[in-house]
């Protein structure tokens, strides 16, 4: 499964691919990929809600890329990649299944983690949406308090949720997803707005001077 994350650059910003690699060695977690100060501190939030979410971290060794390299990723909002991605590569490696194992198709994952294992609001969802969109990514998975967000950008199906076990069973049920749907036509319109030829406009009231 491909794991992607979005780091913003003022108005616009990159996708970032999440990769996790489990090796033999002292238990640690190791982040590459020139991440910020809290990029690298989503190591233990990211521990301890994994932990207190009733599921094993695992024993060995885990590597965590961050790519591409040479970017700088920053804020909280890789939390929650990251724990789904090392989630889903210790549950294969434990039922060895190997590509069986496999979700194929990729997925947008945002979201700052508590260490209790709910998950918080971020910033830049629509953003990272129309960019995943662009780039051919239909799912995402967001803040409970996100989702709407994500589902105004067109072609974006997203699931929101409150807690890290609600992410991580959502990967395996697709129906979880939802949005608006391929036409642009019928993306989001505010409520109570007037769409006249394609342009959004105001409710009018017709009042004295």
Same mark, same amino acid.
């Given at each position: 499964m491909q794991?992607?994350?979005?780091?913003?650059?003022?108005?616009?910003?990159?996708?970032? %691919?999440?990769?996790?690699?489990?090796?033999?060695?002292?238990p640690s977690?190791?982040?590459?990929?020139?991440?910020?100060?809290?990029?690298?501190?989503?190591?233990?939030?990211?521990? *301890?809600?994994?932990? =207190?979410?009733?599921?094993?971290? @695992?024993?060995?060794? /885990?590597?965590?890329?961050? *790519?591409?390299?040479?970017?700088?990723?920053?804020?909280?909002?890789?939390? !929650?990649? !990251?724990?789904? %991605?090392?989630?889903?590569?210790?549950?294969?490696?434990?039922?060895?299944?190997?590509? =069986?194992?496999?979700?194929?198709?990729?997925?947008?994952?945002?979201?700052?983690?508590? !260490?209790?294992?709910?998950?918080?609001?971020?910033?830049? /969802?629509?953003?990272?949406?129309?960019?995943? %969109?662009?780039?051919?990514?239909?799912?995402?998975?967001? @803040?409970?308090? =996100?989702?709407?967000? %994500?589902?105004?950008?067109?072609?974006?199906?997203?699931?929101?949720?409150?807690?890290?076990?609600?992410?991580?069973?959502?990967?395996?049920?697709?129906?979880?997803? *939802?949005?608006?749907?391929? $036409?642009?036509?019928?993306?989001?319109? @505010?409520?109570?707005?007037?769409?006249?030829?394609?342009? !959004?406009? @105001?409710?009018?009231?017709?009042?004295? $001077?």
């Amino acid at each position: 499964m491909q794991i992607f994350s979005f780091s913003p650059f003022g108005y616009e910003g990159s996708l970032v %691919a999440v990769e996790v690699d489990l090796r033999r060695g002292i238990p640690s977690v190791d982040l590459v990929g020139l991440a910020d100060g809290a990029v690298k501190e989503s190591r233990e939030r990211m521990r *301890s809600a994994i932990r =207190n979410s009733g599921y094993d971290f @695992p024993l060995e060794r /885990v590597l965590i890329s961050l *790519s591409p390299a040479d970017l700088k990723k920053e804020g909280a909002g890789f939390d !929650l990649a !990251l724990a789904l %991605a090392v989630l889903y590569e210790n549950s294969r490696a434990n039922k060895g299944c190997g590509q =069986n194992c496999e979700v194929s198709e990729p997925v947008l994952i945002m979201g700052e983690l508590e !260490l209790s294992g709910s998950i918080r609001a971020v910033k830049a /969802v629509h953003a990272a949406a129309a960019t995943a %969109a662009g780039a051919g990514i239909k799912k995402c998975i967001v @803040p409970l308090a =996100n989702v709407a967000e %994500a589902r105004e950008v067109a072609g974006i199906k997203a699931f929101g949720a409150s807690t890290l076990t609600e992410a991580f069973e959502s990967l395996q049920h697709p129906e979880c997803f *939802s949005g608006i749907g391929e $036409d642009t036509e019928q993306a989001f319109v @505010p409520e109570g707005s007037v769409k006249i030829e394609s342009v !959004l406009f @105001p409710p009018e009231e017709p009042e004295l $001077d």
